[in-house]
């Protein structure tokens, strides 16, 4: 049975009889109540075989087709998914190559690494499935302040194996079907030899990055939307020595610093909530962060900058916890300070642009600027560290800086200025390769 020819109705009636026999054996004590769901997921594979078999011998005294071997392992590996795991997108999900998953209805496309996109065939039977399957996986990934309805369209919730959900209710949409968008980090405990071995970052760049993180430096991580802003971020903080104390804070959990104790064991997690249906209980990133300083942190790292947090996160970086980081989108390495200043003005102290930059050149330390870039001999785009921006002070009502690495005329990341805490660095065994041009 092919991908495109998979019965998502029959699906649904194995999946049905399987829900009622696990119920009766719970009820009759089979299952007992202190298995735990990894051992009753192994348990579930003998039972779908059961009723996999009735329903061929139901088949054959019928005189239906009956399906292939091939086609009964697929069928019994998609009950055991819309059970256990993320249904009809578990496969996509399994698939190693997959970096997002964009669906509207029954129209599904997947953007695999290097830029490849096509579409693939429809995952569920009909919209009223593909609501189904978002509720699910809400329940499944512990959501519970986070309704998904006519009067809570908006979702976000990070999936089992790490990916980022995102959906949009079909109220909200022109064609009144579900919208969603998967992204799935390629990589997990990332390192920065790693990225320099898949050509992100070059050799005298990593260096330098690992000294910077090592000596504390406040460091934000800028570019576009999928450049691999998240992955570069967990890569620095995975030079952290273990003994120092961090906490995290995301609008949606995303970095999984905390799933590392052999890198990370003194790790606090800390999740933005959300308001619930009658508008109360929001506590938003800006107000993590101030309770942040209340909690002994070495380091603060915030997921992605979005708002007025802005100023709190420049606060953090200021009062004692240098070499922190963060995730903001820009288009640049120097856009990064306008982007900040214009989201100050979101914050309740909403501070003008002056004392903000003035706030920026106090706080941080490096920009470093992340792009896709498309290969010359492949045509693929890949993810490159593209420049390298120090904050040198406040001068004229604005953020000093000077772009210390930067592509050359060959593509390469290269050095480019004079890099002014050069003997902090020193400290942590960077010494510069290159000659400034």
């Known amino acids: ?28 004590g089979v299952i007992a109540a202190t298995m735990t769901l990894d051992d009753e997921r192994q348990y579930a594979h003998s039972v779908i075989a059961d ?7 139901e088949a054959m005294a019928q005189g239906r087709e009956l399906p292939t071997r091939e086609e009964e392992e697929r069928l019994v590996r998609a009950v055991h998914a819309a059970q256990y795991s993320a249904g009809p997108l578990q496969p996509l999900l399994d698939n190693p190559d997959v970096e997002n998953i964009n669906i509207q209805g029954g129209r599904v496309f997947v953007k695999y690494t290097g830029g490849k996109k096509e579409e ?27 309704s998904w309805s006519q009067t809570d369209p908006l979702l976000d919730i990070r999936m089992p194996g790490g990916e980022r959900l995102a959906a949009i209710h079909p109220t909200m949409t022109g064609d009144r079907q579900p919208a969603l968008s998967i992204r799935r980090s390629s990589l997990g405990k ?21 000294a910077a993180v090592k000596a504390r430096k406040n460091i934000v991580v800028a570019g576009a939307t999928d450049a691999g802003k998240t992955t570069l971020l967990r890569a620095l903080a995975n030079e952290i020595p273990p003994e120092e104390r961090i906490i995290t804070i995301e609008r949606s959990l995303e970095l999984g610093l905390d799933e590392y104790e052999d890198l990370h ?19 938003s990133q ?68 002056e004392a903000t930059h003035m706030l920026m050149a106090s706080a941080l330390h490096f920009v470093v600027f992340i792009k896709k870039v498309r290969d010359p001999f492949t045509g693929e785009k890949r993810r490159r560290i593209a420049s390298i921006r120090e904050v040198n002070g406040f001068d004229g009502g604005r953020v000093s ?37």
Request: charged share 25%; with cysteine.
């Open 1 to 28: 049975m092919e991908q495109q020819q998979l019965d998502h109705q029959l699906v649904r009636e194995l999946h049905t009889r399987f829900g009622k026999r696990l119920s009766e054996q719970r009820r009759s």
């Open 51 to 57: 009723v996999m078999r009735e329903y061929l011998e």
């Open 120 to 146: 693939v065939p429809p995952l569920v039977g009909s919209s009223a499935e593909l609501v189904q399957l978002v509720e699910q996986l809400a329940v499944y990934a512990g959501v519970n302040s986070r």
């Open 190 to 210: 990332v390192f920065l030899h790693e990225l320099q071995a898949n050509g992100t970052v070059t050799e005298e760049a990593a260096q330098f990055l690992r």
């Open 265 to 283: 064991p003194d790790i606090l997690v800390l999740e933005e909530r959300l308001a619930n249906t009658e508008g109360e209980g929001a506590i």
């Open 286 to 353: 800006g107000k993590l962060l101030e309770r942040s300083l209340r909690h002994d942190a070495d380091r603060v790292i915030v997921g992605e900058v979005l708002g007025g947090e802005a100023i709190q996160m420049l606060k953090a970086m200021s009062q004692g916890t240098d070499g922190s980081l963060s995730t903001l989108h820009a288009n640049s390495s120097e856009e990064v300070f306008n982007r900040i200043a214009t989201y100050a003005l979101e914050a309740a102290e909403r501070l003008p642009i």
């Open 401 to 437: 800086s000077s772009e210390v690495f930067k592509l050359g005329p060959g593509g390469q990341l290269m050095a480019a200025a004079p890099i002014s805490c050069l003997d902090d660095l020193a400290e942590f065994d960077y010494i510069p390769g290159e000659v400034w041009v």
